[in-house]
């Protein structure tokens, strides 16, 4: 196996997800932008991350905060110019990381040049054909052609009308009404994104995180998903036909051109997959030699905190990842899901239907406890092996926000849910750089903006969870999270390549990496240090020597 300074950087990299909406605020309209990340970059850069990826920055409708794109090669105004991303580009890769962008090839925004010239052309023309256009059932084809449910809530198709104002076709939307599905059978659609993906590798970026990969092919003549139990009966291993928006087969060949493209480049150029596939087996299949670099780990990022769960999931991953010879990406936290401080202490798995299931009772929520284990689960992760991303504000331990009142909810999945879901703005609140509130905490460069101001209000406790309060502070997230990214840059056994289990007892995860280094994560009782080892970095004090109950600790052992 190549050391680590010889093998591509994407195997081990520490990469930092910036939603850019929330990140920091550099023209003061209380939105994030490239001005603001670009300010901020030292800050990054002394954390220790590898690598930044930075969410959809296109000009965009923000329907679903960029997500839905109009354009794939330029820059939204709110945010900056291609010359600002540029520069942020290179003053990146001046502070010694690499940069991802955000690609997103499953849909469009409705208001991109092509559904918009699709919406003006007849039924049936050109057209019409590089999106999901169908006649609807029934006698005036006024139902959905099947029985596609949106992510977000409700069909999945949406019913034109003519410009008399007749009812016609539908069009497929796996995600918003205004995030219409490209038809990826089309070869213009094949051929406009890798143009898209020249565009910005000639720009400089070092890749791409690529937006619910595993939903670009759809299985032909788009059948009707069978009933739940039905699907159950096949266990993990469900035929294409019967999960026909996800995972088809015909994916990889789209990914197996995308890598030509990549290592046409020179670098070590990546793309990871946001894949929500499972089990371990199916996510290596994106990661086979001639396909993508990484594919996020969501099983790890929907585990619950319970040591035999995360040691079964860890060992199938590793497994399956070393036999496509690819490194497993560790994740804990993205902008889709609940904050891990909260998960952990509640136990979700993220299941997105109504906000009960995706924030758990308040009322059991114990803080200390969620912190505990959210700090003793990055360490956790940080010593696995391969890669791991790291969500903006988890290295502060801020927990999800309850608290955003209604009327300023702005995810999509709020109107599309009836109003049962509040959605994913709770971890989207705009990060807190100061404790005072001037500037909405620093998060603005209008030091005039309010907190209630930001673009996602921040609540009054927000300022307590500071950069600023954390940045060198002992004993802080910041700091631990700063710590062990100093550690796990020194320690060439860490990131990618093996790792061997101790029997350290059912209620403790153990293991090594080469170079006598240890990881005991404890779920129990107290527990003894082993013998003779050298405390490197503990998530929590040790209490007389021994390990306390939801700590992780790194160790030198003999
Ligand atoms: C991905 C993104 C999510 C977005 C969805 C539709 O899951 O992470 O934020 O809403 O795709 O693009």
Known sequence: MKSRSEREWWRDAVTYQIYIRSFADGNGDGIGDIEGIRSRLPYLK?????????????????????????????????????????????????????????????????????????????????ARDRYIFRDGKGENGELPPNNWQSVFGGPAWHRLTDS???????????????????????????????????????RGVDGFRIDVAHALMKYP???????????AAHGEFVPDEFRPTWDQEGVHEIYRAWRKILNSYPGDRMAVAEAWVSPASRIARYLRPDELANSFNFDFLTSLWEPQYLKGMINRAVDAMAE??????????????????????????NRQVNTFERQGDPAKFDIARGTRRARAGALLMLALPGGAYIYQGEELAVPEVRDIPEDRLSDPIWKM??????????????????????????????????????????SPWWGSYSVQSQVGVAGSTHSLYSQALAI??????????????????????????????????NF?????????????????????GKIPTDTAIWLRVK
């Open 417 to 458: 849910s009836g109003y049962q879901d509040r959605g994913r703005d709770g971890c989207r609140v705009p990060i807190a750089w100061k404790s005072a509130p001037e500037g909405a905490h620093g998060f603005s460069s209008n030091s005039a903006l309010t907190p209630d101001q930001a673009w996602l209000p921040q």
């Open 46 to 126: 002394s954390l220790g991350v590898d690598a930044i990826w930075i969410t959809p920055w296109y000009p965009s409708p923000q329907n679903d905060h960029g997500y839905d794109v109009a354009n794939y090669m330029d820059i939204e105004p709110m945010y900056g110019t291609l010359a600002d991303a540029e520069l942020l580009i290179k003053q990146t890769h001046e502070h010694g990381m690499k940069l991802i962008v955000d690609i997103v090839p499953n849909h469009s925004s409705d208001q991109h040049v092509w559904f918009q010239e699709a919406l003006r052309s007849p039924i049936g023309s050109p």
């Open 164 to 202: 008399d104002g007749n009812p016609e076709q539908w069009y497929l939307h796996l995600f918003a009404v205004e995030q219409p599905d490209f038809n990826w059978e089309h070869p213009e659609v094949r051929a406009h994104f890798e143009e898209i993906l020249k565009f910005w590798l000639d």
């Open 324 to 349: 496509v010879g690819a490194p497993p990406s560790w994740v804990f936290n993205n902008h889709d899901v609940t904050r891990s401080v909260d998960r952990f202490d509640l136990g979700l798995q």
């Open 488 to 521: 796990r840059k020194n320690e060439s056994g860490l990131g990618d390549g093996p790792m061997q289990w101790i029997d350290a007892g059912p209620n403790v995860i153990a293991f090594t990496r080469p170079g006598n280094f240890a990881c005991f994560v």
């Open 221 to 231: 003549g788009l059948p009707d998903i069978p009933p739940a139990e039905e699907l």
């Open 524 to 544: 129990g009782a107290p527990i003894d240090l082993p013998e003779g080892a050298d405390v490197l970095l503990a998530s929590a004090e040790l209490i007389d």
